[in-house]
């Protein structure tokens, strides 16, 4: 079965500066993996996936993550933060041969503060 | 320009009712989920219908019946309702082959 972690339940940082949010998996076969934001009273926005290929990963909002097969990590960047980011970050992870069953982390509350 | 949507937005009721959501998209996709999010935050899949066929059921009591009726359309059914099925409840829709999904912006069940 899969499973995935999200270590930091909330992240504090302030405006400007980078930021990292941690995601690790566990699989034995081939994952897809992805990256959803969820911000306040909204539903879930796909922010970025990594399918295969290049393990540098470019998504929205000048969001990018780094698959790393050996650590079996996925951990999402961003160089400068906005206060418009402050929102709820989940990490998923589904079998690549079955992407119908997305297993979702408990999720990361990044607050940027002014 | 919805993509998926789902209604009521809100929806506050007794214990013991029946109330239905609705959820419809309109990206020609072919499957269709329901999640339910706790007050943690936690997402978890209840059930995913391809082509008005379901394919996962998660564990979920039977009190919770998803109906199809094509495969733009995805509603969920919940009987006699209980103080825990309070949470919020996202509708997803994806086509193959990767199936990334796209999610409604969510119904928020409280249950008195």
């Known amino acids: 079965a899969q499973s995935v972690t999200q270590l930091d339940s909330q992240v504090p940082v302030f405006e400007e500066a980078p930021v990292e949010l941690r995601c690790n998996y566990s699989s034995s076969v081939s994952v897809y993996l992805f990256w959803y934001v969820q911000y306040p009273n909204q539903g879930l926005q796909l922010l970025l996936k990594?399918?295969?290929?290049?393990?540098l990963v470019k998504g929205i909002n000048g969001f990018e993550a780094e698959f790393n097969k050996s650590q079996t990590s996925f951990h999402l960047r961003k160089p400068s933060v906005h206060i418009s980011d402050t929102a709820e970050y989940f990490c998923?992870?589904?079998?690549?041969?079955?992407?119908?069953?997305?297993?979702f982390g408990t999720g990361t509350r990044l607050q940027v503060f002014p | 320009d919805t993509a998926v949507s789902q209604t009521p937005k809100y929806l506050v009721t007794q214990m013991g009712n029946d109330k239905s959501i609705k959820c419809e998209q309109n990206?020609?996709?072919?499957?269709m989920y329901w999640y339910k999010q706790d007050s943690k935050k936690f997402l978890k899949i209840m059930f995913s219908y391809n082509n008005k066929e379901l394919i996962i059921n998660e564990t979920v009591p039977n009190r919770f019946s998803p109906k199809s009726p094509d495969k733009a359309h995805l509603n969920l059914h919940i009987n006699s309702l209980e103080l825990g099925d309070s949470a919020v409840y996202f509708c997803?829709?994806?086509?193959?082959?990767?199936?990334?999904?796209?999610f409604g912006p969510g119904t928020r069940l409280t249950v008195l």
């Open positions: 997803a829709s994806s086509l193959p082959p990767v199936n990334t999904q796209y």
């Open positions: 998923a992870v589904s079998v690549a041969y079955n992407t119908d069953k997305l297993i």
């Open positions: 990594y399918l295969s290929g290049s393990t």
């Open positions: 990206l020609g996709h072919d499957t």
